[in-house]
Nanobody
Framework: VQLVESGGGLVLPGYSLRLACAASGTTNNGYTMAWFRQAPGNEREFVAAIRWSGGAESYASSVKGRFAISRDKASKTVFLQMNTLKPEDTAAYYC???????????????????WGQGTQVTVSS
């Protein structure tokens, strides 16, 4: 599975961005797709995840209610809609795909075998 992110940029606080992750190669219902982020000096942290089969979305508490993850099977693309962005959302955002990820490991970056190159999101006035 190859993953390519797009959609990052510089936005004002309170504005929105939508990230996209285009997947190529074999993807099937055994995969969980996720977004992680990493700010300078910080560890990579979980943002959101969704089962490729659909549903079962999960979110970090820091983004719940502001971010929404979705996927389009036809285009093999995973989206992250980010609303009401805050300066603390500034980070490099990474798309990840994991095969056979159990629910309790959804938040663990080491459970994911495939990663994109990342896209930078900067929230600043």
């Amino acid at each position: 599975v190859q993953l390519v992110e797009s959609g990052g940029g510089l936005v004002l606080p309170g504005y929105s961005l939508r990230l996209a992750c285009a997947a190529s190669g074999t993807t099937n219902n055994g995969y969980t797709m996720a977004w992680f982020r990493q700010a300078p000096g910080n560890e990579r942290e979980f943002v959101a995840a969704i089962r490729w089969s659909g549903g079962a979305e999960s979110y970090a508490s820091s983004v719940k209610g502001r971010f929404a993850i979705s996927r389009d099977k036809a285009s093999k693309t995973v989206f992250l809609q980010m609303n009401t962005l805050k300066p603390e959302d500034t980070a490099a955002y990474y798309c990840a795909a994991g095969y056979g990820v159990i629910v309790s490991n959804t938040y663990n970056a080491r459970a994911y075998q495939h990663w994109g190159q990342g896209t930078q999101v900067t929230v600043s006035s």
